[in-house]
């Protein structure tokens, strides 16, 4: 049973310094991570392309304990390639643009990276990207999402679970409801959802999702990302073929033809980087031992901490990220027109914020190793800053991410 008074887990991370609250753009390193990198490195070092036989799989090994945090069967994902990659590598084999339905949906707060993916292949099949537009600049309004699906047209549709700039979280099985009812398909993009929170992804009947984790996986910088196909789709095969999505017994007979493997390994395409596999496998053994329903719990405390601590001492910075529980994800953003300056401020003063333009300031309490006194220092660290006067208006020394 999960237990969120067993975080945060200090002694399983190595902190930078300073307080760190930019998890939500790069994950502090796990012990378990080390470990595992260390041990994959030495293999090599020992055994060479023998070590092969033991790497052999890893990513399919990771695959239960990905599955327990994003509520998929264990043959419903795989870890491998980039958000972006991945991302590519799903609507190559599910967008499939027919007469009268050839448009795509997404959000105009999406990720770039999301919407450069679909924008190619919304073109590719004779259609166009269609974006839910923001009301307040922050936060997008469910019901926009579906009267833009009700209108018709649309093959595919691709949410944010969590959006990167507010921390808006959407209903995921609401959104895929009322993509299925229109007749498209519901992929989801959970950078900013996996690691800080629970997910049903196969019950909530989604069709693909993918994510990164080097954020609340703490997988390290780069590590392999994961993606989800249900069930229903595994009869398909890639629309990006690669030899490592092969039929697993037979991928070394070499053979001409392609014979897919087993569910979603079958989306994977070549060689697997070992070293930062070994970073998520050590990573995942932190979650396996807490259990991400205590992750959420805890980390629903923090930003309400946050939240009470910003409205009381800076009432002249405004929260743009929802304040009901279940449209909040792991993150805090604050609007100013100085964010940027702030950011840097805070960062001078030894308090880890990002930035993200043009006037946000982001601050990540990640449950596993935020304490509340980290919380309480970097709320006093803003608010002396502010006081000081202009000092913080300085030109800002660039900004995280
Ligand atoms: C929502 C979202 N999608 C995609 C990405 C990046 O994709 P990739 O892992 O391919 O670099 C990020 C990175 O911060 C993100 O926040």
Known sequence: MADPRRLPRLDAFTLPRGIYLDGNSLGVLPT?????????????????????????????????????????????V?????????????LATLHRPEAGRRDVLASALDFPT?????????????????????????TIDAVDVEAELARGGIATMLMPVVQYRSGQRFDVRRLTAAAHAAGALALWDAAHSIGAMPHTLHDDGVDAAVWCSYKYLNAGPGAPGGLFLHRRHHARGPGLPGWWGHDKETQFAMASAFTPAAGAGRLQLGTPPILALAGLEGALAVFEEVGVDAVRARSLALTERLLLLLEQQVPEVR???????????????????????IA????????????????????????LYTRESDLDQAVAALRALLDAGEEWL?????AVG
């Open 114 to 138: 999301d919407l450069y993916a679909l924008r190619a292949w919304a073109e590719r099949g004779g259609g166009t990207m269609r974006l839910v537009p923001s009301r307040d600049g922050y």
């Open 394 to 398: 300085e030109p800002s020394t660039g």
């Open 78 to 90: 795989i870890a491998t390639g980039s958000i972006t990659v991945n991302l590519h590598q799903l």
């Open 32 to 76: 378990a991570a080390q470990a595992a990198i260390e041990r994959r490195l030495r293999q090599w070092q020992v055994h060479g392309v023998a070590a092969w036989d033991d790497w052999f799989g890893l990513a399919e090994r990771l695959s239960p304990a990905l599955a327990r945090l994003v509520g998929a069967h264990p043959d419903e």
């Open 344 to 367: 840097a401020a805070l960062r001078r003063r030894g308090v880890v914020p990002d930035f993200r333009g043009p006037d946000l300031v982001r601050l990540a309490p990640v449950a």
């Open 319 to 341: 929260v743009v990220t929802p304040r009901p529980h279940p449209e909040r994800g792991g993150h805090l953003a604050f609007a100013h027109a100085r964010a940027a300056s």
